[in-house]
């Protein structure tokens, strides 16, 4: 996982909310829910087991 994808989770862990990442990471609010759906989807894929 690169640095700024375990940022944006770290956020996300943190309670901020999609706008406040956006603004931390200099990003705006639409890139930052693609990349988490797209972080998701690529974690469902690899632990299917726990995602029945």
Do not use: A, C, W
């Amino acid at each position: 996982m690169d640095i700024p994808t375990r940022v944006l989770i770290g956020l996300l862990i943190q309670g901020k909310s999609y706008k406040e990442i956006g603004n931390i990471l200099n990003m705006k609010e639409g890139t930052v829910k693609s990349r988490i759906h797209n972080i998701r989807k690529k974690i469902k894929n690899q632990l299917p087991e726990y995602f029945q």
